[in-house]
């Protein structure tokens, strides 16, 4: 299914735009929700790439913007600690409402502080997870110390975070000192904690990440982020941390329903609005296909192509080791080689023409074992029969039609 533009409103009318992504061919299975960082928002490449992970591995995530911020409703000025709390809440019963309540919750930066505060007020969430995280809401109030004395005097004052101005009100700094973060944790019964950190985070100290783990029961676990920025602007970092918190959330995710799309097809494959980027289901496994990046792609899955190739190198090994097996002879492994003489995004451009092109596969097989020369030979001819290579060869036949979703 494509990502879901959603709107919901708060408790007190405001409207908070988000983006709901769905596993592919899952209508229904366990649900996240992502909180931004401080001033940040739900389009953060990093928030981006992190529910692209959790999503290949089937698990659902909202993630939308605080008030005042990206596409949601009322004025950053008039935002507190307290207010992001109720978004939170808000964002929790609009899932609750559609049938998928919350079973995880993901906070970034301050985000995180909100979710440790919010967690224990949603009956639904299973675990908890920080990235980078104060230990404490008001911890923020560094990033604007050199004003702290003009907004007390004066009421409000201008600061600049992250090279954007923004207006903070003497009723956003009071309103941090009103949450106690660790007795909050200290109270909950039945959530399980990750606490994500990097030791060179230079926003959010370490520190903080030592402070979260002590405040609160088992079970819990840390993971140092080593190498990583604050905002994980590297791509490697914020997928790591997606594929690390959706391996890590599996074993708290057993009793959550899940109910596929009505689908009976073999795969199914899906590409939304970033150029190429593909998530495929196939059987009970997720992939994910792409192109490199200097052909416009973002390199975060093989092309179709090598996906092609893959198939027959697989196919290969398979149908040789079930021979060997049968054969009852000394084969202990198989290296299948393959290259094709074509380019995918070449080929893209010639789509249209009636032209049939030829591409040619090159397979090359690696043999290990204490093999005699006519069982090598026997194999070599077995590779020819197995069935990706039969239906390549003799051009297999492809029914296109419209699919009716009623």
């Not at 949603?122 to 230990?135: F, L």
């Not at 992250?162 to 106690?180: A, M, S, V, Y």
């Not at 975060?300 to 398979?318: D, H, R, V």
Request: charged share 30%; hydrophobic share 35%.
């Amino acid at each position: 299914m494509r990502p879901e533009k959603v709107k919901f409103k708060t408790a007190d009318g405001q409207e908070l735009a988000g983006v709901l992504e769905r596993s592919p061919a899952l209508e229904q299975g366990p649900t996240a929700i992502f909180a931004h960082c401080f001033t940040c928002g739900k389009d953060l490449k990093a928030a981006r790439n992190l529910s692209l992970a959790l999503t290949q591995k089937g698990i659902n995530v909202l993630r939308f913007d605080f008030s005042g911020l990206g596409q949601s409703e009322g004025e950053f000025a008039e935002t507190t600690f307290s207010s992001n709390l109720e978004d939170l809440l808000a964002a929790s019963r609009f899932l609750k409402e559609r049938n998928c309540a919350p079973d995880i919750l993901i906070g970034h930066s301050l985000g995180g502080a909100a979710v440790l505060m919010a967690a224990r007020q949603i009956e639904s969430v299973q675990a908890v997870v920080t990235i980078g995280a104060p230990s404490e809401a008001h911890h923020v109030k560094h990033l604007f110390d050199e004003k702290i004395e003009e907004i007390k005097d004066e009421g409000d004052a201008k600061v600049n975070i992250g090279g954007r101005p923004f207006t903070i009100k003497r009723q956003f700094i009071k309103d941090l000192n009103r949450h106690n973060i660790s007795e909050s944790i200290a109270q909950w019964r039945k959530r399980a904690l990750l606490v994500l950190h990097s030791p060179q985070d230079k926003i959010v100290g370490i520190e903080n990440a030592r402070e979260i783990y002590e405040a609160a029961h088992h079970p819990k676990s840390f993971v140092s982020l080593d190498g990583a920025d604050h905002l994980l602007s590297r791509e490697e970092d914020s997928r790591y941390v997606g594929e690390l918190v959706a391996s890590w959330s599996a074993r708290y995710l057993e009793n959550s329903q899940s109910k596929s799309l009505k689908s009976e097809s073999l795969v199914l494959a899906q590409t939304d609005e970033e150029p190429y980027l593909t998530q495929i289901k196939a059987g009970d496994f997720q992939l994910l296909a792409d192109e490199p990046k200097n052909m416009g792609g973002q390199n975060l899955g093989p092309n179709p192509y090598e996906l092609l190739g893959s198939s027959l190198a697989a196919c290969t090994t398979m149908t040789l080791r079930m021979y060997a097996d049968r054969k009852d002879w000394p084969l202990k492994s198989i290296r299948v080689h393959v290259d094709y003489d074509a380019q995918y995004a070449e080929d893209v451009q010639h789509c249209d023409s009636e032209q049939r092109r030829m591409g040619k596969f090159t397979r090359k097989i690696e043999l290990e074992g204490p093999l005699d020369e006519k069982q090598k030979e026997r194999l070599m001819q077995i590779a020819n029969r197995c069935p990706v290579h039969r239906s390549l060869e003799n051009g297999v036949k492809i029914l296109t039609e419209k699919f009716n979703s009623d």
